[in-house]
């Protein structure tokens, strides 16, 4: 669906969706691209690029940008990266979030946060090094021969 106007998606699924301002209440969106705000209640979407502020309550999403906040109660998503606050409600879990400013309230989780994605990175960095290292090792050998 595409329109700039406000798009109000109710018990059904719409491949994509561009508008201003999005509502999705007992229904799935595949991919969207906001304006405006969005708003997801007891459904979900996958994809989405917001330029203002984004709630889910009961329900998912896929990776989510947004140039405002974003609120998750009872709910998920892949990860979050947004311009304004990332809020955590309960019975919420994000894969990972880029936010300015982070808050989790109880029964919120995030699984990659800030020092364990540095974790990771570093993990990653040495895994990657050994992996080049040994291969330049058996390729040094093999021109010897």
């Known amino acids: 669906m595409d329109a700039m106007q406000d798009v109000q998606v109710e018990k059904g699924f719409v491949g994509a969706v561009r508008a201003r301002d999005v509502t999705v209440r007992n229904a799935a969106a595949g991919a969207v691209a906001a304006s405006g705000d969005v708003i997801v209640?007891?459904?979900?979407?996958?994809?989405?690029?917001?330029?203002?502020?984004?709630?889910?309550?009961?329900?998912?999403?896929?990776?989510?940008?947004?140039?405002?906040?974003?609120?998750?109660?009872?709910?998920?998503?892949?990860?979050?990266a947004a311009g304004g606050g990332a809020t955590l409600g309960e019975r919420s879990f994000v894969g990972a979030v880029l936010s300015p400013k982070v808050?989790?309230?109880?029964?919120?989780?995030?699984?990659?946060?800030?020092?364990?994605?540095l974790a990771f990175g570093a993990a990653m960095?040495?895994?990657?090094?050994?992996?080049?290292?040994?291969?330049r090792r058996t390729d040094d050998s093999s021109v010897a021969d």
């Open 41 to 80: 209640t007891n459904g979900g979407m996958g994809a989405a690029a917001v330029a203002g502020n984004l709630a889910i309550t009961n329900g998912g999403s896929g990776p989510i940008a947004a140039g405002g906040n974003i609120s998750i109660v009872n709910g998920g998503c892949q990860w979050i």
């Open 103 to 117: 808050v989790v309230e109880d029964g919120g989780k995030i699984l990659l946060d800030l020092p364990r994605a």
């Open 125 to 135: 960095g040495v895994a990657i090094g050994l992996i080049v290292r040994g291969t």
